[in-house]
């Protein structure tokens, strides 16, 4: 018998039932059996550990949807289980893995390998994506049923965007039968194919060469044209300029299955932030222009932007400390994910409610995952937030094996104190 767990004076928010109100949350056998001021009029259970959460917001847990894991290939950048410990750090009860790995996640056994891994070293649920095409190349699609039966619940070319059309039309009317998702980011393959940063003024001041946005969105119109011809699913992983925004709104307005999402670091920092060459902001899609920021930001608080990612991106100082150009792209953010993500509601500029939702309820319900949610009966994955609890994002503070952060020394207001999964507390601030 698992012992019964009360956590009480809190304030509750739940998206998914558009729950915000004082009370407690009663966890029993690793599910929420109660919830709200109800459960909170009731008392604690003989026997039960109470927890008193006064000041404390209790969400679910967050879900993260793009996630870049080491392993297998790269193990001294992360490791399955140093991310989730991460994740479990930034209040994240659920991610799912990328499939670029080396080997990459294109078939049946690497799939069941990170699945395995999870089971056995991971405090936190990964649920792995798997490769749209044969070694990410774009050109063969893998075995989309046999892939999610073993365990896969999207197919992506993770940081590889799809070039060819005709693959991309047959990969949708395919997955379509499945009922599977296909999360892609959109880049031509020509067009700024050598820009490293946002094109623009500031471009031309620092001397690198610059991708414009219609990079970003030409390629974009072309997917959501694709996804309303062949009524399939379709997410674009992360976009950066409010035409892009724009244009997913338009395609669901013509009856489009569409989602989109947006990094965490799209929305709380800009080119500027570039300063002299700092390669831990060279990001792919590069950072955009503040008034771009501005937009994003405004779009995700509307709903036309659906979730906020954190695109944790392991990466290394042999890959990190070189000349801007040269660097390779990507961040970490399991960690600060969350609290970046308070800015924006300590700005006034998104409600709380609405930044759970991308964070948690959104996610979930996207990719078909059982998390998001603090209904009874729900597993109990539940992040317990201190909106008000000053920090400083220093490296010796991270737990992740990397430590590429845009943020690194950055303040921040609020963050993740406790994490539950399954009605076990796997993270505690003490």
Known sequence: MTRTTVLKNLRILDPSSNLDENGSIVIENGRIAAIGSGAHNQGAPEGAEIVDGRGVIAAPGLVDARVFVGEPGAEHRETIESASRAAAAGGVTTFITMPDTDPVIDDIALVEFVLKNARDKAIVNIHPAAALTKGLAGEEMTEFGLLKDAGAVAFTNGRNPMHNAQVLRRAMTYAREFGSVIALETRDKYLGAGGVMNEGLLASWLGLSGSPREAELIPLERDLRIAGLTRGKYHAAQISV??????????????????????????????????????????????????????????????????????????????????????????????????????????????????????????????????????????????????????LATKETFVSRSKNTPFEDARFTGRAVSTYVAGKRVHSLG
């Open 242 to 391: 409010p035409e892009s925004a724009e244009a997913v709104k338009t395609a669901r307005q013509r009856g489009a299955n569409v989602t989109c999402g947006i990094s965490i670091n799209h929305l709380t920092l800009n080119e500027n932030d570039i300063g002299e060459y700092r390669t831990f902001f060279k990001l792919s899609p590069p950072l955009r222009g503040e008034d771009d920021r501005k937009a994003m930001v405004d779009a995700l608080a509307r709903g036309d932007i659906d979730i906020i990612v954190s695109s944790h991106d392991p990466q290394d100082v042999d890959t990190k400390r070189l000349p801007f150009a040269d660097a390779a792209d990507g961040a970490i953010g399991l960690e600060t994910m969350l609290a970046a993500a308070l800015r924006l509601h300590h700005s006034g500029e998104v409600p709380l409610m609405r930044l759970i939702d991308a964070l948690s309820t959104r996610p979930a319900k996207i990719f078909g995952l059982d998390a998001g949610t603090l209904a009874p009966g729900a597993k109990a994955d539940i992040v317990l937030i201190d909106p008000d609890e000053p920090w």
